[in-house]
């Protein structure tokens, strides 16, 4: 299955046992304080009333004379204790204790069985208690009404030392949350009781709302209340003094005025019926520490053929509405939607129906989130008891009273990849993978396996092209906040295709408004989210369009032997040398490389990477206020360096599947079906780089360029040379030259090379070759240079013909001319390291030509 679930707690398995130990030890204990709630075998009243933030499990069970005990299970220790009993049939709407253990919080109603006494005060319904339980004291009442309410402490991230003074939040079923401060002090050595308990302090923390969320890891309350009919979402943080904050105010475009009253994780307490409130709207509002915010909505099931959910990504200034089709019959929509928080994504699902994976990082394009329908096995594995997220991936059912956390469950996905048949499928699972993954390498493996094998399968994208943008993203996305937004995260920029099964409706929304003006950790994460939006600042994502020109212009120069400072060259070829560098120690940890890359100075190559590390380097300083330059610096060497390893690893994966040896390397045999293969994949490689402009390491050109000769007809090969797939370097032609005879086969692809070889290396390989059009092409070469500059000085007509092997005037003249150029001009035009290249050189070539043109 997609999802996860690694149960952290199960009342059965963790309290069950150690309450049967307590009932066999307990024989003949004292009321309140001792086990006596446990002698009596009624254990199907056991149950989760709450989740603290440090992971305390509190739980309650009845006995069979009613009597109501509540106890503990520490997550962390793995023990149970007990907290107190109340000795009369009551039900439990919520429970909290503090941090230190000393304080119990309980919101208890009338039992519903016929024939009882009230056993609460007079003319009340609930009655909210306050009991010191370090040891077992006093008890105080907190509320007595006809109303239901509920009690949350509260958890400040403070040192280990107890605090002086706790806070607890009282939730009014009449629509309105309390604070209250209570003063503990300690007496008779550990001995912990209330100060002035008669007068606690309080404040009015929100009222008249109509659904409210707690936030137990970062101590949040999030609640809505109506104006005009307009649904305002409010977000209360609450600090480590007494102090808290309003932080915004967002209005939603949701109807809640017939809603009725709803709280998320405050516990669950006696009336809360998972089968009743199915019935009804779905509200919750999860955040992750990248600063987003994002609020989830089900209205309430009204058709059976479809049902109707929203997403407001607050942090993106949009929502999202989405309709999927109801395929499977009418009866089996027992429950409601299910909203679960998985950090950088958001879980829908309905049992037996749907699950919609939506990505809350990059939203923007649909195919990046991962739908799927009844018809997949997947639907019907899910839990289909109702789940509610907590926090931090914890995932709570309260009917069986087991508390999971919850993954992405990476084994599932990438078999899901292979089996894959819609393109928007197989990219929202790539990025599932990587964005989710616990071993980097390990994965990345897996995905390149899966590319390898299904090179062709994607009509919608590049696969090679998105797993390098997405890797790279992911790879170095922790190093700081923001990145979103200054690199590229998928090779796709737009998709217009529908998603089968589900409909969507994008809307723009109206931004919260921050009603404080200092901000820390998320708040500044989100703030800057906001901000973003707000300003619709230029899109920021790197791209390489400016390194395009440079290059270009670098190349150019190189060709033309104008270059520039030779102390800018010198930086770009430095910056290259130490992504190098830093892709060398890389791949000391992984195996050795098995391809012969890497071999061979490809200075092409060299400046594209040179200058990618310099414009990424610009770009980052630009943007990210507060970085040191030095981790900049490092993240534009790992990023650069993770898309050159990425390149490697495919290339890499495909040699060792086909077992291809340094034989490769030669010219002296036909190619079998693996080196084509690896042509293939190589050819794939480079038109996925050239799209984006993206380098490849030294001695893939030359690599690509053998298996091309070997692989190909010359005429296909022509035309990829020609076209640019192909592209000649000095050692691929130096190595054909030599390993190649002069069959009239091979002096045809020779010449058809060499003829198509840039000047420079031109005349490099063609003294690799004793051959009279070689001969002819360094004879051109050779007179070109010497009579560029020339300027004809008066001579005698006069010609020595006894110097000359051919009485052929023409000739003669010319030699001659050339021979006086080079006396005068010998320390200009000699060739460096050529000294045999002269007059008489080329007179040699010349007759040899023409002899040939003659068929002499």
């Not at 509920?150 to 991230?157: G, N």
């Not at 002086?164 to 503990?184: D, G, R």
């Not at 639907?379 to 919850?406: F, M, N, T």
């Not at 630009?622 to 490092?634: D, F, M, S």
Request: net charge neutral; proline share 4%; with cysteine.
């Amino acid at each position: 299955m997609a999802l996860r679930l690694v149960a952290d707690f199960e009342l059965r398995k963790d309290v069950l046992p150690w309450l049967r130990a307590q009932r066999a030890a307990a024989a003949g204990t004292g009321p309140r304080g001792g086990g006596a709630g446990v002698l009596e075998n009624n254990y199907e009243s056991l149950r989760v009333l709450n989740v603290e933030r440090n992971g305390s499990i509190i739980y309650t069970y009845k006995d069979g004379k009613g009597n109501v005990f509540f106890g503990l299970y520490d997550c962390q220790t793995r023990q149970n204790e007990h907290l107190y009993t109340f000795e009369k049939d009551l039900q439990v709407v919520s429970c909290s204790v503090n941090r230190e253990k000393t304080l119990l919080a309980a919101s208890l109603v009338q039992s519903t069985k016929e024939g009882r006494k009230n056993e609460l005060q007079p003319g009340s319904k609930c009655l909210t208690l306050l009991v010191e339980i370090h040891p077992v004291n006093d008890v105080k009442v907190l509320k007595a009404v006809d109303s239901c309410v509920w009690v949350q402490f509260l958890y400040p991230r403070v040192d280990s030392h107890p605090l002086p003074e706790n806070h607890l939040l009282l939730i009014s079923e009449e629509k309105y949350i309390e604070q209250f401060h209570i003063q503990i002090i300690q007496e008779d050595g550990n001995r912990v009781v209330i100060k002035n308990s008669a007068h606690l302090p309080r404040k009015r923390v929100a009222e008249d709302f109509v659904w409210a969320q707690w936030d137990m890891s970062e101590q949040r309350l999030y609640y809505i209340d109506l104006k005009k009919s307009r649904s305002i979402l409010k977000c209360i943080q609450f600090c480590a003094n007494e102090n808290f904050n309003l932080m915004f105010e967002a209005p939603l475009d949701i109807s809640l005025s017939d809603s009725g009253f709803k709280l998320v994780n405050f516990g669950c307490g006696y009336h809360q019926d998972q089968e009743k409130l199915s019935k009804y709207l779905t509200l919750c509002v999860f955040t992750n520490h990248t600063g987003s915010l994002c609020v989830c909505y089900s209205p309430k099931l009204d058709s059976w053929e479809q049902i109707t959910y929203s997403v407001f990504y607050i942090h993106k200034g949009y929502s999202r509405t989405f309709t999927a089709a109801l395929e499977s019959a009418p009866s089996r929509v027992t429950r409601g939607i299910t909203f679960l928080n998985l950090d950088y994504y958001v879980a829908v699902y309905l049992p037996g129906h749907f699950f919609h994976l939506l990505n809350t990082q990059h939203p923007d394009l649909i195919c990046h989130s991962l739908f799927l329908t009844g018809n997949n096995e997947v639907i019907d594995i899910l839990p289909h008891s109702p789940l509610q997220s907590l926090s931090e991936s914890l995932v709570l059912d309260w009917c069986s009273g087991k508390l999971y956390r919850a993954s992405l469950n990476q084994s599932y996905l990438l078999q899901f990849l292979w089996s894959a048949r819609l393109d928007c499928e197989k990219m929202a699972v790539l990025h599932c993978v990587l964005a989710r993954g616990q071993d980097p390498q390990f994965l990345e493996a897996k995905i390149i396996q899966w590319i390898s094998e299904n090179i062709s399968a994607c009509y919608s994208f590049d696969p090679i092209q998105e797993f390098i943008i997405a890797s790279s993203y992911w790879s170095i996305y922790p190093e700081t906040s923001n990145m979103d937004k200054l690199l590229p995260y998928s090779s796709v920029l737009t998709w217009n295709t529908e998603i089968p099964g589900i409909a969507l409706v994008t809307e723009e929304i109206t931004l919260p408004l921050m009603k404080v003006h200092s901000f820390k950790n998320y708040w500044e994460k989100l703030n800057a989210n906001l901000e973003y939006v707000k300003y619709s600042k230029p899109h920021l994502h790197y791209h390489n369009s400016v390194v395009r020109r440079e290059w270009h212009r670098l190349i150019s120069e190189e060709k033309t032997g104008q270059r520039r400072s030779m102390v800018y060259v010198r930086n770009i070829l430095d910056n290259a040398a130490k992504v190098f560098s830093n892709l060398e120690a890389r791949n000391l940890v992984s195996e050795p490389r098995s391809t012969p890359l890497f071999q061979e100075e490809d200075n092409q190559q060299r400046l594209l990477v040179g200058l990618m590390v310099a414009e990424l380097k610009d770009h980052l300083l630009r943007h990210l206020q507060g970085v040191e330059k030095k981790k900049i610096e490092q993240m534009v060497l790992d990023y650069n360096s993770k898309l050159l390893h990425l390149i490697c690893q495919i290339l890499e994966t495909s040699w060792r599947k086909h077992n291809l040896h340094p034989c490769v390397l030669h010219f002296d045999r036909q190619a079998n079906a693996a080196e084509f293969s690896v042509f293939h994949i190589m050819t794939r490689i480079l038109e996925a780089t050239n799209n984006l402009f993206l380098p490849l390491p030294p001695g893939f050109h030359t690599l690509h360029t053998i298996l091309g000769v070997r692989c190909l007809p010359l005429h296909n090969l022509l035309h990829y040379i020609d076209s640019g797939v192909l592209r000649l370097t000095e050692t691929a032609v130096t190595r054909l030259m030599k390993d190649l005879d002069n069959t009239e086969k091979n002096e045809k692809l020779k010449f058809s090379i060499i003829v198509r070889l840039p000047p420079l290396i031109g005349q490099k390989i063609c003294r690799l070759w004793d051959h009279p059009m070689t001969s002819n092409i360094i004879s051109r070469n050779h007179v070109k240079r010497l009579l560029q500059d020339y300027k004809k000085q008066p001579r005698s007509s006069m010609i020595d013909k006894s110097s000359f092997s051919v009485e052929f005037l023409p000739l003669n003249y010319f030699i001659e001319t050339l021979t006086d150029i080079e006396s005068s001009n010998q320390a200009l035009y000699a060739f460096e390291g050529h000294d045999n290249v002269d007059a008489k050189f080329v007179e040699e070539a010349a007759l040899k030509h023409t002899t040939m043109l003659l068929g002499l």
